[in-house]
């Protein structure tokens, strides 16, 4: 199919391309070439799944050979297996290249894992969020910092949000305004995470904000505060989840504390926007064209259905590349293509972190979703968080709602029993609230234990 149907069929459906190519015939900066960027973005999402398979083999095999004569690091693990660029055609050929951890990341000086040429006094420099409690700064030129910025731009555009609506979003950090917000387009107020809740609440009143962005565990919580408070002026048509797995039950929630459609996305500082729920709510676009993404387990790739650890390269970050780069997630690859007609790939839902399940002891794990929602169903619980220790066994700290006592208590403890089926022993103490991690997520679970994937 031509580009030029194709921008008709992104126009047609969508209508963002249609927002983009006016806006575009109204500006002239310098800032065109990121613009146009996204409409290319915007037209090849309807590409056949085929041409989209081919525009990821000519990037990737792009990276692969910048990689390996720009960056010391790649240079050398490349070498260790004996592999070239001319070497890396196809997905299996990539798998020859050992996976790369954060852990081995932060143990390089910037010189080994810089592309060589980079200046790094024009990079900008980002902190991931540290949720492993082992934050990660990644270099991005600024050319590759607006590529991301166009690709988390295009999964917006997909799922409703105008060039000119009000976006607020709940962050630690407040950026200096963009020279496009400047002239209201693409114009977020930031909701500071420091703030007491109440404040915050205050805040999203007072910007009555057309798209609501937030990690899915800030969502909740201010959610739950609305619906106690029977505030209903915070009416978002958009609400935008990233960051923590949000759950059945969370969406829900959501939806009904906010009103808005509600959107789940998938990404990481170090690769951007990595995939990404359409309208048709049936599972995640995998951005393919901008990410290469394998689903690993010990025994090989996982096949669809099957989880699998994430592992990407991406494919247009060229400042600091990561090649096989281990993200410490769970998820289920999908071999169906998505109703909305989109070529990109589809990943059928992200589980959860690797650390995140828990082994029983003849070693088969037990699904972190399982876990939380069967626990979720005993009464008298407002929150709780469990560990598996290194002796295996398990901790449950729980807040209490009203109706807590010892027979909930006893719950707990016959449910995660017969969940583990191995003779777990289970310790349940209550506590008054369950703390963030370093990144401002409340993980439900976390294990001691070795991870399984």
């Given at each position: 199919m031509r580009d030029s149907t194709v921008v008709l069929i992104a126009s047609r459906r969508d209508s963002p391309a249609r927002q983009v190519r006016a806006f575009l015939n109204g500006i002239q900066s310098m800032h065109l070439a990121s613009l146009t960027g996204l409409m290319d973005l915007l037209r090849r999402q309807?590409?056949?799944?085929?041409?989209?398979?081919?525009?990821?083999?000519?990037?990737?095999?792009?990276?692969?050979?910048h990689a390996y004569e720009r960056v010391p690091y790649y240079h050398d693990l490349f070498g260790s297996v004996g592999a070239k660029p001319a070497d890396i055609r196809t997905a299996e050929d990539l798998r020859r290249i050992p996976i790369t951890t954060r852990a081995t990341i932060q143990s390089l000086p910037p010189e080994a894992i810089v592309a060589r040429g980079t200046e790094l006094g024009a990079c900008k420099e980002i902190t991931t969020a540290g949720s492993s409690g082992a934050p990660l700064c990644v270099v991005l030129r600024h050319s590759d910092s607006s590529f991301?910025?166009?690709?988390?731009?295009?999964?917006?555009?997909?799922?409703?949000?105008?060039l000119r609506d009000r976006v607020a979003c709940l962050k630690f950090h407040v950026p200096p305004r963009r020279w496009f917000e400047r002239l209201g387009i693409w114009r977020k107020d930031i909701v500071s995470l420091a703030l007491p809740a109440e404040r915050q609440v205050d805040?999203?009143?007072?910007?009555?904000?057309?798209?609501?962005?937030?990690n899915a565990y800030q969502l909740v919580e201010l959610a739950e505060r609305l619906l106690r408070a029977g505030?209903?002026?915070?009416?978002?048509r958009l609400v935008f989840s990233m960051g923590s797995v949000l759950d059945?039950?969370?969406?829900?929630?959501?939806?009904?504390?906010?009103?808005?459609?509600v959107f789940d996305?998938?990404?990481?500082?170090?690769?951007?926007?990595?995939?990404?729920?359409?309208?048709?709510?049936?599972?995640?676009?995998?951005?393919?064209d901008t990410v290469f993404v394998e689903f690993v387990t010990p025994?090989?790739?996982?096949?669809?259905?099957?989880?699998?650890?994430?592992?990407?390269?991406?494919?247009?970050?060229?400042?600091?590349?990561?090649?096989?780069?281990?993200?410490?997630?769970?998820?289920?690859?999908?071999?169906?293509r998505c109703a909305c007609g989109r070529g990109l790939p589809m990943m059928r839902r992200i589980v959860g972190r690797a650390d995140d399940f828990f082994v029983a002891r003849d070693g088969t794990v037990r699904s972190p979703?399982?876990?939380?929602?069967?626990?979720k169903l005993i009464p008298g619980i407002a929150r709780f968080h469990l560990t598996q220790r290194r002796d295996r066994r398990i901790l449950a700290r729980i807040v209490p709602a009203d109706g807590f006592g010892d027979a909930a208590r006893a719950q707990v403890v016959a449910t995660l029993q017969k969940i583990m089926a191995d003779g777990s022993k289970v310790d349940v103490e209550t506590v008054p609230e369950i703390p963030a991690d370093p990144a401002m997520k409340v993980r439900c679970l976390i294990s001691e234990l070795p991870a399984p994937f």
């Amino acid at each position: 199919m031509r580009d030029s149907t194709v921008v008709l069929i992104a126009s047609r459906r969508d209508s963002p391309a249609r927002q983009v190519r006016a806006f575009l015939n109204g500006i002239q900066s310098m800032h065109l070439a990121s613009l146009t960027g996204l409409m290319d973005l915007l037209r090849r999402q309807w590409r056949s799944p085929e041409d989209i398979a081919e525009l990821q083999r000519r990037e990737l095999s792009a990276m692969v050979r910048h990689a390996y004569e720009r960056v010391p690091y790649y240079h050398d693990l490349f070498g260790s297996v004996g592999a070239k660029p001319a070497d890396i055609r196809t997905a299996e050929d990539l798998r020859r290249i050992p996976i790369t951890t954060r852990a081995t990341i932060q143990s390089l000086p910037p010189e080994a894992i810089v592309a060589r040429g980079t200046e790094l006094g024009a990079c900008k420099e980002i902190t991931t969020a540290g949720s492993s409690g082992a934050p990660l700064c990644v270099v991005l030129r600024h050319s590759d910092s607006s590529f991301y910025d166009m690709v988390w731009a295009r999964a917006a555009l997909a799922n409703g949000q105008k060039l000119r609506d009000r976006v607020a979003c709940l962050k630690f950090h407040v950026p200096p305004r963009r020279w496009f917000e400047r002239l209201g387009i693409w114009r977020k107020d930031i909701v500071s995470l420091a703030l007491p809740a109440e404040r915050q609440v205050d805040e999203l009143v007072r910007c009555r904000p057309d798209v609501l962005r937030a990690n899915a565990y800030q969502l909740v919580e201010l959610a739950e505060r609305l619906l106690r408070a029977g505030v209903g002026t915070v009416r978002p048509r958009l609400v935008f989840s990233m960051g923590s797995v949000l759950d059945e039950a969370s969406r829900r929630l959501v939806a009904r504390a906010f009103g808005g459609e509600v959107f789940d996305f998938y990404g990481a500082t170090e690769l951007g926007c990595i995939a990404w729920e359409c309208r048709e709510h049936d599972g995640y676009h995998i951005n393919a064209d901008t990410v290469f993404v394998e689903f690993v387990t010990p025994n090989g790739p996982a096949a669809p259905g099957e989880m699998g650890r994430v592992v990407c390269t991406g494919l247009h970050a060229f400042g600091m590349p990561f090649i096989r780069y281990d993200l410490g997630d769970v998820a289920v690859p999908d071999e169906r293509r998505c109703a909305c007609g989109r070529g990109l790939p589809m990943m059928r839902r992200i589980v959860g972190r690797a650390d995140d399940f828990f082994v029983a002891r003849d070693g088969t794990v037990r699904s972190p979703s399982i876990i939380v929602n069967r626990v979720k169903l005993i009464p008298g619980i407002a929150r709780f968080h469990l560990t598996q220790r290194r002796d295996r066994r398990i901790l449950a700290r729980i807040v209490p709602a009203d109706g807590f006592g010892d027979a909930a208590r006893a719950q707990v403890v016959a449910t995660l029993q017969k969940i583990m089926a191995d003779g777990s022993k289970v310790d349940v103490e209550t506590v008054p609230e369950i703390p963030a991690d370093p990144a401002m997520k409340v993980r439900c679970l976390i294990s001691e234990l070795p991870a399984p994937f």
